[in-house]
């Protein structure tokens, strides 16, 4: 399981939230099946150049979403059941969304460029 993630500081959304929101689609999508091991919250920091603070309250959250289930001396996991509801499906896309349309209007892109972005990663099979 790869402790890359993309965290921008340039992002409105604090960087827990962001890890937070990277990790749940991770799960999601079946990229980090249940029971898979996360990195350590002090690998995630360092990896990512964050605080340990800040991966601690992203892992705490995810543990109260149970999204991860955190066994003591062992690490933090995937939980074995992430089977989420349609609606909680559909609120973090719609997070997702916003993140998206937020930084395409701060690029400057119009509705047809963000669509052809779109369409062309779909194209290259990276979100089918």
Not at 67 to 96: C, M, N, W, Y
């Given at each position: 399981m790869s402790a890359d993630l993309f965290l921008s500081a340039a992002d409105a959304t604090p960087m827990y939230r962001q890890i937070v929101d990277q990790i749940t689609a991770r799960v999601m999508a079946g990229d980090w099946p249940p029971g898979s091991a996360l990195p350590s919250i002090r690998e995630l920091a360092a990896h990512n150049g964050v605080s340990v603070i800040?991966?601690?309250?992203?892992?705490?959250?995810?543990?109260?979403?149970?999204?991860?289930?955190?066994?003591?001396?062992?690490?933090?996991?995937?939980?074995?059941?992430?089977?989420?509801?349609?609606?909680?499906?559909?609120?973090?896309?719609?997070?997702?969304?916003?993140?998206?349309?937020?930084?395409?209007?701060r690029l400057g892109w119009t509705d047809d460029e963000l669509q052809a972005c779109i369409a062309a990663r779909r194209q290259e099979g990276r979100n089918p």
């Open positions: 800040t991966v601690k309250r992203a892992y705490l959250e995810l543990e109260h979403a149970g999204v991860i289930v955190t066994r003591h001396g062992k690490g933090s996991f995937v939980a074995e059941s992430t089977d989420p509801t349609r609606a909680r499906l559909q609120a973090e896309l719609l997070r997702q969304v916003d993140a998206l349309l937020l930084t395409a209007e």
